[in-house]
C-alpha cells in the first residue's frame, strides 16, 4: 500500500488534484466521504463533487467511524479516496460539543483517533489517498473549540504526513511536492 497525503487551504484544488491522482490507477476505487448533507448549501456541495467522479468510483459516506469502514475495504478495492480528515476531526468535535460538556474530549473519540492511526499501519491491500486542510497559517481562534480544532488539526496532519510516502500541499491548484 502507498499513503499520499494532500494537503491544502480551503478551495485550493485539493481535492480534484487527489481524485485526479487516484484515477490514474487501474482497479476498484472507493471515495470515503466525511461531510454530511445537514443544509441545502452543503447537499449541493457534496452533488458537485460527486458529479466530478466517474462511474468507476464507489462512495461511501461515513462522518465518525473511519477506523471500521476502512478494515472493511481490505480486498476489496484497489484504490481509496478519503475526502477530506479536517470534516471527519470537526465532525467529531461537533457531536462532543453538542453533549455539553467543558472536558477534555471523551475517550470513544481519542480511541477513535488511535484506531484510525494504527488501522493505516496495518492496511496493505489499497493504494489510500487523504485530503486535508492546512487550518494553522490563520490568525489564533478566538473560542476554545475553534482553538481545540486547530490544534488537533494540526496534530493529526503532522502525524497522517509521518505515515505517509508522499505529501503534497495544493495551493492557488497548484501542487506542490513535499515529501516522497
Known sequence: M??????????????????????????????IATAEALDDEMRERIG??????????????????????????????????????????????LKFEAAGTDNELPEDSISEFTSFLGGLKHADDFDLFMVSNEVGTGIVPENKLART???????????????????????AGIPLKIKG
Not at 476502512?70 to 484504490?79: A, C, K, P
Not at 488539526?153 to 508522499?166: R, T
Open 149 to 171: 480544532f486547530r490544534d488537533l488539526s494540526g496534530a493529526l496532519n503532522q502525524k497522517i504526513a509521518e505515515l505517509s510516502d508522499e505529501v503534497y500541499l495544493v495551493t
Open 48 to 93: 458537485k463533487h460527486k458529479a466530478e467522479r466517474s462511474d468507476e468510483w464507489d462512495t461511501l459516506e461515513e462522518p465518525l467511524k473511519l477506523s471500521p469502514l476502512i478494515n472493511t475495504l481490505q480486498g476489496r478495492y484497489r484504490v481509496v479516496l478519503l475526502d477530506c480528515l479536517t470534516i471527519w476531526l470537526s465532525n467529531i468535535l
Open 2 to 31: 502507498k499513503i499520499t497525503f494532500i494537503i491544502g487551504g480551503a478551495r485550493s484544488g485539493k481535492s480534484l488534484f487527489a481524485l485526479t491522482r487516484a484515477s490514474e490507477i487501474e482497479g476498484q476505487k472507493a471515495y
